[in-house]
């Protein structure tokens, strides 16, 4: 029924929640701020306030970058003009290094990939993305990464897909399942391109057309 696989990158293949930590304690650690549970928490809020703006189409990934570590030193009563454009890119380099796998994503993916074309699909920043997934070993059962930073857009934006259609050279969309953990990116995104999807979570919603606790359960749906 499917031709085409379409990933996405953290919390999908990437275990972006251990990466994020490690590299946000080390950026924070060499910061006036410090890194505390409280401050973890804080960054995570407004961290996810940023990114649902970059979705709405309110905010650019260039200023995410960096308004999201301003933003959390303005909250500590710190200067963010003064220390969130250097704490930015010191997370950028930390995180480009942290290459940890979701439970199942290399068997998975060396699995499917004989049977289907995997492609990465994620909101990513394009410089982080690659080198973290470079690390992993796996782009050898990835056909192609496509990266919204290099697209000029984002998920949930149908935009998205259309571009993933026109670079693969089929219009099918019954061809293409998207596979994700996010329910307003990716489990959005492909509602809105006529696309079917897997989310993979534990959590409850009518949109998705199949829900998955872990990835060795695509297989059920898959084979």
């Given amino acids: 029924m499917y031709k085409y696989l379409l990933f996405d990158a953290d919390n999908t293949i990437l275990d972006f929640d251990l990466a994020e930590e490690k590299a946000l304690r080390e950026t924070l650690s060499l910061s006036p701020l410090g890194f505390t ?14 990114w649902k703006k970059l979705e709405r189409g309110e905010t650019t990934r260039e200023r995410l970058r960096v308004d999201r570590f301003s933003n959390l030193f303005c909250e500590f009563g710190m200067d963010g003009d003064r220390y969130g454009k250097d704490a930015a890119d010191i997370y950028a380099e930390r995180l480009s290094h942290q290459s940890q796998l979701i439970d199942g994503a290399a068997e998975v993916l060396q699995r499917l990939s004989q049977r289907y074309k995997c492609y990465i ?18 782009e050898r059962y990835i056909t192609h990464s496509f990266i919204s930073q290099e697209m000029g857009c984002a998920k949930p934006s149908p935009v998205v897909f259309e571009m993933v259609f026109e670079y693969i050279g089929d219009s099918d969309r019954s061809a293409y ?27 409850r919603s009518e949109l998705p057309t199949y829900r998955v606790g872990a990835l060795k359960e695509l297989y ?3 084979e």
């Fill in 37 to 50: 549970e409280e401050v973890h928490r804080r960054y995570h809020i407004i961290n996810d306030l940023e």
């Fill in 121 to 138: 699909v994620t909101n990513g920043i394009t410089e982080i993305q690659r080198s973290r997934m470079a690390g992993t070993g796996l």
């Fill in 177 to 203: 399942l998207v596979i994700g953990d996010s329910l307003t990116s990716d489990i959005a995104g492909a509602a809105a391109a006529g696309i079917d999807s897997v989310w993979l979570s534990d959590g």
């Fill in 220 to 222: 059920k749906i898959l």
